[in-house]
C-alpha cells in the first residue's frame, strides 16, 4: 500500500478483515475492534474506520447497560458483503442473550486469547464454535475455537471460566 488514498481493493479488503473478526467472535467491544485494527493494519487511530463502518450499516452497535459499554456486531451491509466470502455468513446471528455476564466474560477471555497466541505463532484460520457446531446436535460438545497453523496442524482452544471436570471435555479432543 503506497501512502494517500487506498485503492478500491485494498478497502474490501480491510473491510473483510474487520468483518470477518467480528463474524468469527460474534460480537466486539470496542477496545477489541481498536486492537484488531492496530494489529493488522498498524493504524494508530482505529476510531474513524469504526464510525464510517457503523455508518455505513456495516456494523450495529448495542448499548449493554450492566457493562456500561456498547457490543459491535454485524449489520445487514455486513452480513451482504460477506456473503461471498463466509460460507456460515447466513447462521450468524447475533441477539442480547449472547452478551449475557457468563458469556461476556468468557468471550472477552476467548477473544484475549486470540490476541495472546496471535503474537506468538501465526494462525491461517481461526474457526469459532458457532461454526463447528453448524449442522451438529446440540448434545455433541464442541471446543470455543478450533485453531489452523499454516503446517495443517489443528489445535482445539478451550476457554473456561470456571471448574469443570475434565471427562466431559475429553469427547471433543481428536474427533477431527
Known amino acids: ?21 467480528i463474524f468469527i467472535f460474534r460480537y466486539a467491544t470496542r477496545e477489541q475492534l481498536e ?49 461471498d466470502y463466509e460460507p456460515y455468513i447466513e447462521y450468524y446471528k447475533f441477539d442480547s442473550q449472547s452478551a449475557v455476564l457468563n458469556t461476556y466474560k468468557h468471550h472477552n477471555f476467548l477473544i484475549e486469547t ?17 461454526v463447528l457446531r453448524i449442522g451438529a446436535s446440540r448434545v455433541e460438545k464442541y471446543p470455543d475455537g478450533q485453531m489452523d497453523l499454516p503446517s495443517g496442524l489443528k489445535i482445539a482452544i478451550e ?13 471433543c479432543v481428536g474427533r477431527r
Open 114 to 130: 486470540f490476541f495472546m497466541l496471535k503474537k506468538q505463532i501465526e494462525i491461517k484460520e481461526w474457526t469459532s464454535e458457532s
Open 1 to 21: 500500500m503506497n501512502k494517500g488514498r487506498l485503492t478500491k481493493e485494498e478497502q474490501a479488503k480491510r473491510i473483510r478483515k474487520l468483518l470477518s473478526f
Open 159 to 171: 476457554v473456561e471460566t470456571s471448574y469443570k471436570n475434565i471427562f466431559g471435555q475429553r469427547g
Open 35 to 83: 486492537m484488531f485494527i492496530k494489529s493488522t493494519e498498524g493504524l494508530l487511530y482505529p476510531c474513524r474506520i469504526i464510525e464510517t463502518f457503523l455508518a455505513r450499516g456495516y456494523i450495529k452497535r448495542y448499548y449493554k447497560s450492566l457493562f456500561g459499554r456498547y457490543i459491535y456486531h454485524l449489520g445487514d451491509e455486513g452480513k451482504s458483503f460477506l456473503y
